[in-house]
């Protein structure tokens, strides 16, 4: 069963990984620092349209991140 801590965790991974800072990361999401940081931080999940456009801005596989399947 799928949890939401392994989303969050490989979310964070995603945006660690990225290469961007949090601001870069904010800017081409047109959201605050702070919601990136939230994220990162697992506070906060994304809306499903944030959470697109995140994966896109990150490059990462959605499918990845929701655990659907176990490499990038």
Same mark, same amino acid.
């Given at each position: 069963?799928?949890?939401q801590n392994?989303?969050?965790q490989r *979310?964070?991974?995603a945006i660690r990984q990225s290469g961007m800072t949090q601001?870069?990361?904010a800017q081409?999401?047109?959201v605050s620092q702070q919601m990136i940081s939230q994220y990162l931080l697992g506070k906060k999940m994304p809306? *499903? !349209?944030t959470f697109a456009n995140l994966?896109?801005?990150l !490059?990462? !596989?959605p499918a990845y991140i929701l655990c659907l399947q176990d490499n990038v």
């Open positions: 069963m799928i949890v392994q989303i969050q *979310l964070a991974e601001k870069e990361i081409k999401m047109q809306a *499903l !349209d994966c896109a801005v !490059d990462v !596989d």
